[in-house]
Structure formats: structure tokens, C-alpha cells
């Protein structure tokens, strides 16, 4: 197995990601010896931070489904161009808290788009300028757990944060679940599936041992 230099942590809402991520910082940074940038999405730089904030905005109507995929590809391009390549250029690994399987599961699944469509349109967003190639991770931690445990963490633990995604119907996250397992089955290289629904403790050692697979 290669060592991966981009590594993407996913997973529906409250799965523990960010927890987990900030725990095994330090153990990636042992192994692969390198400089390690920490990022997320939508974020990672000032303009793809201020379209997270965007989206968080609740309207009335409600946000076009199509305008939501456009904003958050945007995103992801400043994050790719800006923050991403530069990173990867300079011999770091990267690790970011979401990326495109974001997309493809919530906007592609949860939204009812089609991944098809909805990886076309982020086939610009993560094209790098000067290969024409493809930014994708090597690695993809993906958080399971049924979707009803993971609000039930974030209404319970983080009611400050709660944002218009958060709010969505059960029957959204559903399928934004079923979405991420249909990718990780597709994609058993690259994706590797933990089970997030238990101790924090216990979903830490399986992250590290999908991450000391990679570094054997
Ligand atoms: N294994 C766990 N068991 C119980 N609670 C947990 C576990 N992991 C994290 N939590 C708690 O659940 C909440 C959500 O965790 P965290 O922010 O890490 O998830 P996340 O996947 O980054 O969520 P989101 O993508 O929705 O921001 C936090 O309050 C955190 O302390
Ligand atoms: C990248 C990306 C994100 N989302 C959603 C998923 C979450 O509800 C928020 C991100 O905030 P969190 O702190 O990671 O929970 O945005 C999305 O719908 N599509 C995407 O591509």
C-alpha cells in the first residue's frame, strides 16, 4: 500500500470525525515525517471559509439544490488551487475533515441530484491546473454510523453550532448514509469504512489502525 499524502476523513453528521482527527494528528505526522496541513470543507482558505458561512444561511425560500452543488464546488476549487496543491507541491500530507465524497453523498444523495451530475460538475472544481488531472485522496477514512446516533451527538453536545444541514429531514441524512456506503463499497481501496458508533476510544484505535496499515 502506498503512503497516502492526502488523506480525506468522511462521514454524516456527528460521526466524530473532527474528534478523531485532531487525536491522530499526531500519529501521522510520526509516521510519515513530514509537515502536516490540517484542513476542511467547505473552508480550508478565506474565500472558501466565507462560502461556508454562506451556506449556512437560512432563506425563505429555501436554497436552490443546483446552487448549493455550485457553491460548494467553488469552494472546494479555491481549497484545491489554494490550500490543497500548494501543500501537497511543498512535500506535506494533507489531511482534510470532508471533501468531494461530501458532495456525492449529501448533494448527490441526500439532495437527490445523481452522483453523475453531480461528480461532473466537481470534475472542474478539482482538476489541477497543471496536470489536467484529478485531485483525489489515496486514502478515505469513512465514519459509519446510523444517522439518528450522530444527531442525537450533535443536538445533544453542540446546540451553538446547529446549522441548516443539521435541520434537515431523518430521511435526508438517510440517504446521505446511504449514499457514502454505496461509494465505500465501490471503493474498497481507497475508502475504508470504521464503525463510528462506538466509544470514542475505540473509534480512535481503528483509525489508527487503518493509518498504520498504510505506513507498514
Ligand atoms: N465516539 C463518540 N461517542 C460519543 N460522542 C462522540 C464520539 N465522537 C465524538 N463525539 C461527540 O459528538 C459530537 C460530534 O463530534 P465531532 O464534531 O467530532 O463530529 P463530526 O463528524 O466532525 O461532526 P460534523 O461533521 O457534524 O461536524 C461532539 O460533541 C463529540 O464530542
Ligand atoms: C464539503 C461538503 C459539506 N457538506 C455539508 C456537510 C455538513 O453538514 C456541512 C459541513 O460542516 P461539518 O462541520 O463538517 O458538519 O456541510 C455538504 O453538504 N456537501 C459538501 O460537499
Redesign the pocket.
Known sequence: MGMPNFITFE?P???????AIQAILPEIEKLSQKQVLLTREPGGNQMAEAIRDLLKVQTDPAIDSWTEVFLLAAARREHVVQTILPALEAGQVVVS?RYLDSSLAYQGGGRDLGLKSVQEINDFAIQNPQTGKPVLPDLTIY?DLPVEVGLE??FK??TEKIDRLDKEKLSFHKKVRESYLALAKKEPKRIKLID?N???EA?LSAVNDVIQEYWR
Open positions: 462521514g453528521e456527528g460521526a466524530g470525525k473532527t474528534t475533515d465514519f451527538r450533535v453536545n453542540r463510528a462506538q466509544p470514542k473509534v
